[in-house]
Nanobody, 127 residues
Framework: QVQMVESGGGLVQAGAALRLSCAAS????????MGWFRQAPGKEREFVAA????????YYADSVKDRFTISRDDAKNTVFLQINSLKPEDTAVYYC????????????????????WGQGTQVTVAS
């Protein structure tokens, strides 16, 4: 079992930046591929970014790839999501997810491949 706790969300103005963190425990972090998803009110949870285990390839949703950066620090058992130039449409609950699979490109963007989830952190962007 893997436990994950997200932090770093909040209420910000459009154009601001945030850095979300997700601390994982319960399994060797280096064995996990990590992802970030988000869910806006009334919408389905959607893929944002992912990084394969071993600081491998990173994947991004087309809608965020110019503004979001995923990174990981295996020594700190933490994955980060740097969000720049926030827009009101970025408002959502952001979830950290993990899997022991070394995800392919297609798998990385699919919610079904992630077994472990955090509780989410709210990001609200005011216009």
């Amino acid at each position: 079992q893997v436990q994950m706790v997200e932090s770093g969300g909040g209420l910000v103005q459009a154009g601001a930046a945030l850095r979300l963190s997700c601390a994982a425990s319960g399994r060797a972090f280096s064995s996990l591929s990590m992802g970030w998803f988000r869910q806006a009110p009334g919408k389905e949870r959607e893929f944002v970014a992912a990084m394969r285990r071993g600081a491998g390839s990173a994947y991004y949703a087309d809608s965020v790839k110019d503004r979001f950066t995923i990174s990981r620090d295996d020594a700190k058992n933490t994955v980060f999501l740097q969000i720049n130039s926030l827009k009101p449409e970025d408002t959502a609950v952001y979830y950290c997810a993990a899997t022991t699979n070394n995800l392919s490109t297609a798998q990385a963007t699919s919610i079904i491949w992630y077994k472990f989830w955090g509780q989410g952190t709210q990001v609200t962007v005011a216009s």
